[in-house]
């Protein structure tokens, strides 16, 4: 009997390897700190597994990681061994609720806060060769529109710009999507307003964003949907879990769960598109194969 599950095994392995399917990459991005971006990004992966997705979590924000601190985990390895030679990707992935797989990175580490663009590249090909059966990759990312930042949404199918109700964040989120558009050839952003009041809220911010890079940019943007205030949000931060998961019952836990939905919706790719793209390989297998059948 264990020698047919095995061998089971491996056959749905080769399936998988000879028949790939395309993963949705997500870069989470804001142009400035303290809006959020970190609880969307863990929030918005226990939602996407909810509506029926197998999701790996990467933390981009490579010097100052806390996606693992955020959920009260403990990683042994990082991004940092990787770039070191001393662990592969698949080494180090923990695991997180839901069967959330998380790829952590260092914290408080210059050397990762410091990686050159061609580093970015490299780590990012890697991802190629992971054999981890995924739907979505959520991408943390740093604030603000450093090299890292630039690398993981250049590498990400679709970028969803984190504002929240404050110029500073409204300005540098024109700043991040005009460095994005102008200088590396990204047309389309999706937007999130996170702690706002309202949905009334949401969509002026939506539309101040949108009118400023209509006037000067070359851009699709598209309104994501909003996370409202909610004080259940705050009391899982402080005690290491995800509202997601402590309070399902939470306005913000529902609009997770909303934004989790339209994003099942949103067109799969189809192909490599030409920039730096994880699962490259793949996408491009898939491609070959969807166009023979």
């Keep these: 009997m264990l020698i047919d599950e ?18 949705r990459v997500i870069a989470v991005a804001s142009g400035k700190g303290g809006v959020g971006k970190t609880n969307v990004s863990v929030n918005l992966s226990l939602a996407l597994i909810e509506a029926g997705n197998k999701v790996m979590l990467l933390d981009a924000d490579l010097g100052l990681a806390n996606v693992d601190l955020m959920l009260g985990l403990k990683s042994q390895f990082n991004l940092s061994h990787v770039i070191n030679g001393e662990r592969s990707l698949e080494e180090i992935i923990i695991t997180g609720p839901d069967n959330l797989q998380i790829i952590p990175a260092a914290s408080g580490t210059q050397m990762m806060a410091e990686l050159t663009p061609q580093q970015h590249a490299g780590m990012i090909r890697a991802f190629g060769e992971l054999n981890t059966d995924i739907d979505v990759l959520v991408i943390d990312s740093s604030a603000g529109i450093s090299d890292s930042v630039i690398s993981f949404c250049k590498a990400a199918h679709e ?51 949108s009118h400023v890079a209509g006037l000067y940019l070359d851009v699709n943007l598209n309104m994501a949907g ?24 939470s306005p913000s836990t529902r609009a997770f769960k909303n934004l989790a939905k339209k994003i099942n919706q949103w067109p799969m790719p189809d192909k490599a598109s030409g920039k730096l793209e994880f699962f490259v390989e793949r996408l491009i297998k898939y491609s070959a194969t969807a166009e023979a059948d």
């Design 6 to 23: 095995k061998y089971m095994d491996q056959a749905a392995g080769l399936r998988r390897m000879n028949n790939p399917k395309p993963v």
């Design 159 to 209: 970028v969803l710009v984190v504002v929240c109700d404050e110029p500073a964040s409204l300005t540098d989120a024109y700043a991040l999507i005009k460095v994005l558009n102008l200088d590396h050839g990204i047309q389309r952003f999706q937007v999130l307003a996170n702690m706002v009041q309202n949905e009334q809220e949401a969509r002026h911010l939506y539309a101040k964003l």
């Design 226 to 249: 909003y996370i409202p205030t909610d004080e259940s949000l705050r009391k899982a931060v402080r005690q290491q879990k995800a509202v997601f998961k402590m309070y399902p019952s």
